[in-house]
């Protein structure tokens, strides 16, 4: 399974960006679509995932201002920001989890948001 994180960039204060993850290769079987992301100087945290019935839930700290959503037919996640925070600011990461232990990740896009 092949990840292809896009969309990272540079955006103000309560401004939006929306990121992409391609996912290809051997996706049967992926049962849990996530997000990610690494502030500086902070370890990896989750930011929210979405399940193979397109139910998403949302870490707390992102809820309400985040949307996660996917495309089927393409085989690509989204992660729509709403309302960022310099606090946002991060490296994130799309994960799949594909049975029960079988993870792959992206690459990693960055955001950077300012004040």
């Known amino acids: 399974v092949q990840l292809q994180a896009s969309g990272g960039g540079l955006v103000q204060a309560g401004g939006s960006l929306r990121l992409s993850c391609r996912i290809s290769?051997?996706?049967?079987?992926?049962?849990?679509r996530s997000w990610y992301r690494q502030r500086p100087g902070k370890e990896r945290e989750w930011v929210g995932g979405i399940t193979q019935e397109n139910s998403p839930d949302y870490a707390d700290s992102v809820k309400g201002r985040f949307t996660i959503s996917r495309d089927s037919a393409k085989n690509e996640l989204y992660l729509q920001m709403g309302n960022l925070e310099p606090e946002d600011t991060a490296v994130y990461y799309c994960?799949?989890?594909?049975?029960?232990?079988?993870?792959?990740w992206g690459q990693g896009t960055q955001v950077t948001v300012s004040s």
């Open positions: 994960k799949v989890t594909r049975g029960l232990r079988q993870f792959y």
């Open positions: 290769g051997a996706i049967r079987g992926i049962t849990r």
